[in-house]
């Protein structure tokens, strides 16, 4: 038990540094060098491409569409959205759980920016013939994002943060342990980061690194239900937070099913993600009241057992009578 506290103290100490330094000035600057210079660099790319500059081994496996730059940018700006994500993690399920939903929102409107590399030539053009298809998804795509970004709003206005623990001790080693599953995520995303950027280089076919992800968030999502139940095993809590881990899987499923069903089902796990929320905000308070009455009653039947029955022979309240002369 000694080894597992000095592991988990050690592992918060890792996780609050990364976290101080991500959310500070140094990495914000960082961060945005990074994204503009990625974005500017695909399109010198790009372009040196189209011009011919490069040997023939490369030009192959080098675009010369620029929207695709966009995508290049987008790609590095959800990356960034996933660290902050899992830095969230140990802070509030139900905050990770909107959080999951706004990455997801933003994958949707990249998927609609993508649609226009299917543009080669430009000025673009499109007729019912030819291009009717990529607009229609750009257009699903970027309106099911719209109703996302909607729905969030309704779902942060209805959030209760309520602690599940009952003492601060409980509470810091809860927080300790979701600190480990944020700092196991942290290294499966960077993991995943760098295989994907060597997959095509090695002349093999890029992992769907988004759906991948989305996978194990599924598994990290149910490993907190469950430690969870460590500190509060209350009906609504736990729905709460199971809830909330369904909607994970309705994005994963999303992400991977056709183009409009799967938008159709985005929309419909954010309105799912929504209502766990109302339902959460309605039920708690009831849960909560009736918890106090049964206590209360507990209480008062145990006061009443500790009054002797009537029957029960009791002490003489007076003198008695004197003896007879």
């Known amino acids: 038990m000694h080894i597992l506290r000095s592991f988990l103290r050690a592992s918060s100490r890792a996780f609050d540094a990364f976290e101080e330094w991500w959310e500070g000035a140094t990495a914000r600057r960082l961060i945005a060098m990074v994204l503009v210079g990625g974005f500017v660099a695909s ?61 997801f929102s933003l994958i949707l409107i990249r998927r609609s920016f993508k ?8 000025p673009i053009q499109w007729s019912f013939e030819a291009g009717r298809e990529a607009v229609q998804f750009l257009v699903v795509d970027a309106t099911a994002a719209l109703l996302i970004f909607l729905t969030l709003g309704l779902f942060y206005q209805l959030q209760r943060h ?5 003492t601060e001790g409980e509470a810091y080693y809860f ?5 480990l599953v944020a700092n196991g995520l942290l290294l499966v995303l960077f993991g995943l980061g760098i295989y994907a950027v ?37 009906y609504h809590v736990v729905f709460r937070n199971s ?13 991977s099913g056709p183009r409009y069903l799967g938008a159709a089902l985005g929309v419909g796990a954010a309105l799912f993600n929504l209502g766990v929320a109302a339902a959460y905000s309605y039920v708690a308070p009831a849960a909560q009241s009736s918890t106090e009455r049964n206590v209360e009653r507990k209480r008062l039947h ?8 009537a029957t029960e022979e009791a002490p003489p309240t007076t003198d008695p009578p004197p003896p007879p002369a």
């Open 43 to 103: 399109l010198l790319v790009i372009e040196a491409n189209r011009l011919g500059w490069f040997p023939a081994s490369l030009t192959g496996s080098l675009s010369t569409n620029h929207f695709k730059a966009i995508d290049i940018a987008f790609t590095l700006f959800l990356v960034v959205e996933l660290v902050g994500l899992v830095v969230g993690l140990a802070t509030s399920v139900a905050d990770t759980a909107g959080k999951q939903f706004e990455v």
């Open 115 to 122: 649609e226009l590399v299917k543009f080669e030539e430009e």
């Open 162 to 166: 309520e602690p599940i623990t009952e």
């Open 175 to 179: 927080v300790a342990q979701k600190k």
């Open 198 to 234: 060597v997959q095509p280089l090695m002349g093999e076919e890029p992992i769907p690194f988004f759906n991948t992800f989305y996978t194990i968030l599924i598994f990290s999502d149910v490993l907190v239900v469950l430690i969870s139940l460590r500190y509060s095993a209350t």
């Open 243 to 255: 809830g909330f881990a369904a909607a994970t899987v309705m994005i994963r499923l999303a992400l």
């Open 302 to 309: 145990a006061d009443r057992s500790a009054v002797p029955h």
